[in-house]
């Protein structure tokens, strides 16, 4: 009898620094390639704001504090040829101050660099991700 499948937690992180935000480039699937929110999985013991944390430092170098929740999210991906799903995602977001560090590229990002507000919304493709990163510079910057 084969184990149910079960969805993954994943956290994520809008930081930012003044009326910018920081965005990766996915390295790897889902989303390969495209502008993102640096973010992963959640580990066994781990908080979910540890976890926020240790992902943004793990994939861009940045060392930043949380500043509060911005929202869960629903990451269901479906096969474009079955309709199955292959990715199931709870991905919960929060917003942090940038403090300290360039960001360098690193885990699995491709690249990562901060952006203006407008810009990140014009890089990233998925409308929740644009949604979180809105919700987050309305509620977290001056």
Known sequence: MSEPQRPVVAVGV?????????????????RQGQWSLPGGRLEWGETLAGGALRELTEET??????????????????????GETTRHYVMIDFAARWL????????DAAEARFFTVQAALAAVEWDETRRVIVEAA?????
Do not use: H, M, Y
């Open 138 to 142: 309305a509620r977290f910057t001056p």
């Open 61 to 82: 170098g940045v060392a930043a504090e949380i500043l509060g929740l911005i929202d869960a999210v629903d990451g269901v991906f479906t096969s474009r040829t079955t």
């Open 14 to 30: 809008v930081c930012l620094r003044g009326q910018e935000v920081l965005l990766i480039k996915r390295g790897n699937p889902p």
């Open 100 to 107: 300290a560090g360039d960001p360098v590229a690193g885990d």
